[in-house]
């Protein structure tokens, strides 16, 4: 079992920045992938962004250029560095990652942007 913790979620204005943090404890051998997903209100979850071990990094088309994704591989930890935030992304997001084959998932922890 991997258990996962989010924290740096909050409220901040248009143009601000937040910076997330996800650690994972638990049994852990080989993680491949770490990665965030945010849900908005009466929308479906989606990819915010993902690192695998090996650095590659992934971005959803609307975060580009505004957000950074990296992972510290010997903590088990990832981080999403979020810079000039939009109301539009306001959501919970939620850190997830793929170990063994098995997808796990945060509790989340809530962004808000005020305009």
């Known amino acids: 079992q991997v258990q996962l913790v989010e924290s740096g979620g909050g409220l901040v204005q248009t143009g601000g920045s937040l910076r997330l943090s996800c650690a994972a404890s638990?049994?852990?051998?080989?993680?491949?992938?770490m990665g965030w997903y945010r849900q908005a209100p009466g929308k479906q979850r989606e990819l915010v962004a993902t690192?695998?071990?090996?650095?590659?990094?992934n971005y959803a088309d609307s975060v580009k250029g505004r957000f950074t994704i990296s992972g510290a591989n010997a903590k088990n930890t990832v981080y999403l560095q979020m810079n000039s935030l939009k109301p539009e992304d306001t959501a919970v997001y939620y850190c997830?990652?793929?170990?063994?084959?098995?997808?796990?998932w945060g509790r989340g922890t809530q962004v808000t942007i005020s305009s």
């Open positions: 638990g049994s852990i051998f080989n993680i491949a992938v």
């Open positions: 690192v695998t071990s090996g650095g590659s990094t």
């Open positions: 997830t990652v793929r170990h063994m084959g098995i997808s796990y």
